[in-house]
Nanobody
Framework: QVQLVESGGGLVQAGGALRLSCAAS????????IGWYRQAPGNQRELFAV??????????NVADSVKGRFTISRDNAKNTVYLQINNLKAEDTAVYYC?????????????????WGQGTQVTVSS
């Protein structure tokens, strides 16, 4: 069993910044991939970054809409992945989730995620 907890969301003015965290606990050795997702009201859950677990793991942004503004980092000692969001825009308003995948994935669609966090709300005002 794996537990994921997101934190760091909130209300922010357009152009501002937030730092989100995804902390994993439980059987973390079963996790191969962590994805960052977001879901706006009425929209499908959208993948925007992939983090491969392990000491030799990599980080990959997959959505053009967030390149240059969203930065992913990791602290293996704390079993935590971080998301720094700069220059927030109104269209970034969504619930942000991390999801853990036990196997491997290329597209890492939400349907393959084995464990979800509860999500953290990001609201951008103008």
């Amino acid at each position: 069993q794996v537990q994921l907890v997101e934190s760091g969301g909130g209300l922010v003015q357009a152009g501002g910044a937030l730092r989100l965290s995804c902390a994993a606990s439980g059987n973390i050795f079963s996790i191969n991939v962590i994805g960052w997702y977001r879901q706006a009201p009425g929209n499908q859950r959208e993948l925007f970054a992939v983090v491969t677990s392990g000491a030799s793991g990599g980080i990959r942004n997959v959505a053009d809409s967030v390149k240059g503004r969203f930065t992913i980092s990791r602290d293996n000692a704390k079993n935590t992945v971080y998301l720094q969001i700069n220059n927030l825009k109104a269209e970034d308003t969504a619930v942000y989730y991390c999801g853990a995948v036990r196997g491997s994935c290329i597209s890492c669609r939400p349907s393959v995620v084995d464990y979800w966090g509860q999500g953290t709300q990001v609201t951008v005002s103008s």
